[in-house]
């Protein structure tokens, strides 16, 4: 599959749930999900027939990568099952393909060996600071950052690696840890990236005075730790790699806002109740759910499934400024990173 710009569909990212039990202030604020927030209810979740369904099909048309989201994935009873379902998948020329999940950690040590077990070959957690204040007041939940650092642990004793931690940047809030996460993580097994604070969703009152440019990030570190840039591990990474000159370790950063990447964005996203989006910055989605519900094959859902990606013209982060102020002139409301994962 090749949309307008020449970019192929080689990422699928799914969303298996849209509950968290984390309500970090840059993706799901208690002021809008609250106690009386609607969550969804079980059956308008995609199962996880129809879930690897549409994987199935994805992969027999290029897609390699699949990453399953949330929300937080581990709420989602019974997922393990779901990874050995994916697992059994093959490209066309007999590949395995490359299963990864997104997670706060909170119930990722309890899970490490199921998920190995059933076929899961990587994980990312998010991990904002080190410091327990700043931590718990980011997930506002007073959850504690040392049961994170213990899941950390666990995935790597199982296998579940290389593990890459994010964390999302926001200025006065978090960003006077940046040197200390490098230096905590530097010579471990773990590699620790920088993302900027992105305007996903309209709840998070996203300004971009919040924002740290990674130029800035990389600036601090390399006054303390040297580095030096090394090259993407392959075309249409999100992340720009840098290694520590004495060899120990690399750090990324992830640049959406102030260096965008859309020329080269090879992802598609998967809702919870199984709409289609084709950025992340998205304001309306393609009803796959529908559509299966409704009896299509897969012949049908595959020919609907490329004419989207076809027609794909996303290049939001390129063209923030004047998008930005459109959108909200529009009163159109994007996407809740929540829903249609990260």
Not at 102 to 111: E, M, P
Not at 271 to 284: I, N, Q, V, Y
Not at 325 to 342: N, T
């Amino acid at each position: 599959m090749i949309d307008q710009f020449q970019r192929p569909l080689h990422d699928l990212r799914i969303s298996v749930t849209d509950r968290c039990n984390f309500r970090c202030v840059y993706c799901m604020p208690k002021e809008v999900f609250g106690k009386d927030f609607a969550f969804m209810e079980r059956d308008e979740l995609l199962s996880f027939e129809e879930i690897t369904r549409l994987a199935r099909i994805s992969v027999a048309h290029g897609v390699e990568k699949i990453r399953l989201t949330g929300g937080e994935p581990l709420l989602r009873k019974g997922i393990e099952e779901l990874v050995a379902m994916l697992a059994a998948l093959h490209t066309p020329d007999g590949r395995p393909i490359d299963i990864a999940m997104t997670t706060n950690g909170s119930v990722l040590a309890l899970k490490a060996q199921a998920l190995k077990d059933a076929g899961l070959k990587r994980v990312t957690v998010s991990l904002d600071s080190l410091d327990d204040a700043t931590f718990q007041a980011m997930n506002d939940v007073k959850f504690p950052v040392a049961k994170v650092l213990t899941s950390l642990d666990v995935a790597h004793s199982v296998g579940l690696g290389p593990i890459k931690i994010n964390m999302v940047l926001k200025r006065g809030q978090n960003d006077k840890d940046v040197v200390a996460m490098a230096r905590h993580f530097k010579g471990t097994p773990y590699i620790l990236r920088f993302i900027e604070y992105m305007d996903v969703g309209s709840s998070n009152g996203w300004e971009m005075a919040d924002v740290v440019p990674s130029n800035e990030v990389v600036a601090r570190i390399n006054a303390e730790l040297p580095l030096v840039e090394v090259t993407p591990n392959y075309n249409g990474e999100t992340s720009r790699r840098w290694r520590y000159r004495d060899g120990g370790g690399e750090i990324g950063v992830i640049s959406s806002v102030t260096q965008s990447f859309c020329h080269s964005c090879s992802r598609a996203r998967v809702s919870t109740d199984g709409k289609l989006f084709t950025c992340l910055f998205a304001t309306e989605g393609h009803d796959l759910r529908a559509l299966m519900r409704g009896g299509c094959t897969d012949e049908q859902l595959a020919a609907v499934m490329k004419q989207i990606w076809r027609e794909r013209t996303d290049r939001y982060s390129e063209l923030r400024s004047a998008e930005t102020g459109r959108l909200r002139a529009s009163g159109k409301k994007r996407i809740e990173m929540s829903y249609i994962g990260g």
